[in-house]
């Protein structure tokens, strides 16, 4: 059931509309729908908008003309649908407005279109007998008690699993043997690859190996040639030795970058000269420097004033150039200090990877690598010494000892390294093959003796055998389901001749006839290819064309109505949206709208929740009428209003709700003239209607008063007396502003505010004067006590 319009917001006439914060009882207590919901609203104030939303509930989708539109709708026991969720709900919705009409009577639009049809279930007997036979013969799915086609299906599927179990067995049985046999970390082949040679074996490898030592072609090795393979296997031999790295240090580039950093002068001039001749006086200041600048006005040290001529001077001194080459120093510093971590890592010999035949060679050539590196160290470290010297004494060049550059000694050892490896692994090419061809022969023989033990053969043709039962008996299964597919789809074949688009139409035409009495007006199922159905409306024997707008409405509504018992929505008490559907009916045909509703929906409560909206007084007074729309638990009655661009939803007022005509409305919009704020805008629309509310409320009001009368200006007359500017401005306002044939230019001015709340207080004024009692009672009709 739909609790309530949570919130609306830029969907046509709804801007920003907040459900709790508007529909509020006389406790501020918010308000919900109920089974019964009764809205009125004038044209065009938004009540479509409402259908268009319960509408997107039932299809999916909302209009793409709509630019963004958001709403929540609350739904209890479900929550909130929004456009993102819209189907969300699960609840079966049935919705009455125009885009129904548009969707499903588009010969109202266009007489060349058709109605589209539907289903209603029909009744016969040769039918109805078949589609039973067909049940009983598929049977009761029910667990425990099934029978027919489903007791078949049981008992193939019992016996399609023990089948399949039985294959299974013996299958997995065979699997974890060849698994254990390739894999085992104790006997398994892979985790024995001194003897059986690849690290990498895995079952499928086995499966392989199993072909091969079936081949009569097979010869497996006998014991004294197992026990020469062996022996074979003990001369180890080494993997081939990887290559390494040339070394690459590039010692020219440093040697040229410290050099220049050494011996760069700095400009002696604006220099503190005592400064210059000490560099570890130089070095104190310039620590003192930064601790005091922009900190400290007094000498730490001595406790003195530091002049600004003496900061002057220490800027001059330690200028951007000293440290730019401070920088520059501590920066090749950090590049001479990586290199020196750098040299460790190259041309790193591990001689253990050698035949022993090469170790004596490598050990000389380990130690001449050593001694280089060594030599390189300390050339980088003495180059490292010698900056650092520098950056103590920053103003002052220093003698530079270029680099002795040992790299190419290193590449020379690392040419000598690569004539060994190529050396050693050559040797070892030979006895690698020998002893990989041993152990493939010695893993094969290991496979025929495995596949001897486990009777491999007979087992494969035993797991093959039960294969063949498992997939014949899983095919009697599947054929069983199919057979009852089929038997399906004939029940639902049968169910669907039931289901009689003709009788669709009869039940339009029964409403037609029964309710409106239009038996000239008929609705037909006409058969078109392919045996679709198609819908006509007929008169006279012949397709209607040109149908007044009253017709269309009836049509619709009655076409709406036979539709809550098509073969979708027949039983399933749905949520129903009925949108103004007396548009262009006299008042007889208003009545039977509202007896068609009453004795079909509300009286056999087909319905889980009920929603009708209209613009005409006179059906909302009959709505009142309805089972239940006098009771507060099962009924709300709501007003839908428009200010401007803006509509919102609100509790019908008492006098609308208990009085329900049009002449306690209009006197009631006269009163709220009277007492409105001319500077408010909200309430413009009081003033914009009023020279038509005025004009109809006298009309009646003058009518029972002055029933003698002749004209209009006559009654006034009579009404008011001697206030001629009463009756004056009265009539004024009642030709002027509830016209513009003749008065097109009054559609150009403004309107003239502050008069028309004066001719309303002068109309209340005078009813009072005239009959007290009356006034009192037309007050109380809307709700205000004098």
């Not at 299964?477 to 669907?496: C, G, P, S, W």
């Amino acid at each position: 059931m739909i609790a309530k319009f949570k919130s609306i917001t830029n969907l046509a006439v709804f801007q920003n509309f907040n459900w709790d914060t508007t529909i509020r009882d006389g406790g501020n207590n918010v308000v919900t729908f109920k089974p019964i919901n009764i809205f009125y609203g004038r044209n065009y104030s938004g009540k479509t908008t409402l259908s268009r939303i319960v509408r997107a509930l039932e299809t999916g989708s909302i209009s793409d003309k709509y630019e963004n539109p958001q709403f929540e709708v609350s739904i209890k026991d479900v929550g909130d649908c929004t456009p993102d969720n819209l189907t969300a709900h699960g609840k079966k919705v049935r919705v009455f407005n125009e885009d129904f009409v548009k969707d499903n009577l588009r010969f109202i639009i266009d007489s060349d279109e058709s109605i589209t049809p539907f289903a209603i279930i029909g009744g016969n007997a040769t039918i109805e007998e078949a589609i039973q036979k067909f049940k009983d013969d598929l049977g009761s799915n029910e667990e425990g008690n099934e029978s027919g086609f489903y007791l078949e299906l049981k008992n193939a599927n019992l016996i399609a699993n023990i089948a399949y179990q039985a294959y299974q067995t013996e299958n997995n049985s065979l699997n974890q043997q060849l698994n254990t046999k390739a894999l085992d970390r104790t006997t398994g082949i892979k985790y024995r690859s001194d003897r059986f040679g690849d690290q990498n074996y895995t079952t499928a490898k086995l499966s392989s190996d199993i072909v091969t030592v079936l081949k009569s072609s097979f010869q497996p090795l006998t014991s004294d040639e197992v026990t020469q393979k062996l022996i074979l296997l003990d001369e180890k031999a080494n993997e081939d030795i990887s290559d390494i790295a040339k070394p690459n240090l590039d010692l020219k580039t440093v040697n040229t970058k410290a050099k220049e950093l050494i011996t760069r002068s700095i400009i002696s001039s604006n220099k503190i000269e005592q400064l210059l001749k000490d560099a570890i006086l130089n070095r104190w200041v310039k620590e003192g420097r930064q601790i005091h600048k922009n900190k400290l006005e007094q000498c730490a040290f001595c406790g003195n004033h530091i002049s600004e001529q003496r900061w002057n001077e220490l800027d001059s001194h330690f200028d951007e150039e000293s440290e730019k080459l401070e920088k520059e120093i501590d920066e090749a510093i950090s590049e001479i200090e990586d290199l020196i971590r750098n040299v460790d890592k190259q041309l790193q010999m591990d001689k253990n990877a050698f035949y022993s035949k090469f170790h004596s060679d490598l050990d000389r050539l380990i130690s001449l690598r050593q001694y280089i590196v060594e030599k390189i160290k300390a050339e980088l470290n003495r180059i490292n010494e010698n900056l650092k010297e520098r950056k103590g004494d920053l103003l002052n060049s220093k003698t530079y000892i270029s680099i002795i550059d040992n790299s190419r000694r290193l590449e020379w050892c690392w040419t000598i390294f690569e004539k060994y490896r190529s050396e050693a692994n050559n040797y070892s090419s030979s006895l690698g093959n020998e002893q990989t061809e041993a152990k493939k022969l010695l893993r094969l023989s290991e496979v025929s003796d495995f596949v001897t033990t486990i009777q491999y053969t007979s087992k494969t043709a035993r797991i093959q055998e039960l294969k063949m039962t498992s997939e014949t008996e899983t095919q009697n299964k599947q054929a069983i389901e199919h057979k009852i597919q089929r038997q399906i789809v004939q029940i639902e074949d049968k169910e669907r001749l039931m289901k009689d688009e003709e009788k669709g139409a009869l039940k339009v035409n029964e409403y037609l006839n029964n309710f409106f009495g239009h038996d000239f007006l008929t609705l037909q199922a006409k058969e078109v290819a392919e045996k679709k159905i198609r819908f006509e409306i007929i008169r006279n024997g012949k397709k209607a064309h040109h149908l007044s707008e009253g017709e269309c409405s009836l049509i619709a509504f009655c076409y709406f109505m036979a539709k809550l018992e098509d073969v979708e929505t027949k039983g399933s008490k749905p949520i129903i949206w009925i949108d103004d559907p007396i548009s262009s009916l006299d008042n007889n045909h208003i009545f039977f709208v509202y007896s068609l509703i009453n004795a079909e929906i509300i009286s056999k409560q087909e319905f889980e929740q009920i929603f009708i909206s209209t613009h005409n007084l006179d059906f909302l007074k009959y709505l009142k009428r309805l089972p239940g729309a006098l009771n507060k638990n099962q009924c709300n009655y709501f007003l839908i209003s428009r200010e401007k661009e803006n509509s919102r939803i609100r509790l019908m007022p008492r006098y609308l709700k208990d009085y329900v005509t049009e002449f306690n409305f209009l006197f009631h919009q006269i009163y709220m003239c009277s007492i409105a704020d001319a500077d408010d805008e909200c309430q413009h629309n009081l003033f914009y209607n009023f020279g038509n509310n005025t004009r109809k409320f006298l009309e009646a009001f003058l009518y029972y008063k002055y029933p003698n009368a002749n004209d209009q200006i006559e009654k006034l007359t009579k009404f008011f007396g001697a206030n001629r500017q009463a009756s004056t401005m009265t009539d004024r306002i009642n030709n002027e502003l509830s016209h513009l044939e003749g008065l097109f230019e009054r559609s150009m001015t403004p309107i003239d505010i502050p008069e028309m709340k004066k001719t309303a207080v002068f109309i209340l004024d005078r009813i009072k004067e005239k009959d007290n009692e009356q006034y009192e009672a037309l007050l109380l009709s809307i709700g205000v006590e004098s």
